[in-house]
């Protein structure tokens, strides 16, 4: 099994950052996808990021020129830079990794979640 253990979650006012961590562990893989989900009450899972072997940056539409996914390989850590944070990104985030290039799909593995609140 993979544990996938987040930070960096809070509240913020509209304008402000904040830059969630999501680390790997437990079983040897080869991960290939790592990226972050959202959901909001009453609205379906979003991917917000992915960032894929190769190089490869996926962004949700609604956060393109604000947040920044990168990874550690080394430490099998992801990364999401939220920068001008707006109230609509208030959300459980949820990292999510996977051993091939598609992510949310059954083989891949969640994080607990971490709260993102974002006041105007």
């Known amino acids: 099994q993979v544990q996938l253990v987040e930070s960096g979650g809070g509240s913020v006012q509209a304008g402000g950052s904040l830059r969630l961590s999501c680390a790997a562990s437990g079983s040897r893989f080869s991960i290939n996808a790592m990226g972050w989900y959202r959901r909001t009450p009453g609205k379906q899972r979003e991917l917000v990021a992915g960032i894929f072997s190769g190089g490869t940056i996926k962004y949700a539409d609604s956060v393109k020129g604000r947040f920044t996914i990168s990874r550690d390989n080394a430490k099998n850590t992801v990364y999401l830079q939220m920068n001008s944070l707006k109230f609509e990104d208030t959300a459980v985030y949820y990292c999510?990794?996977?051993?091939?290039?598609?992510?949310?799909?059954?083989?891949?593995?969640w994080g607990q979640g971490t709260q993102v609140t974002v006041s105007s």
């Open positions: 999510n990794v996977a051993s091939v290039p598609v992510l949310g799909g059954a083989p891949s593995y």
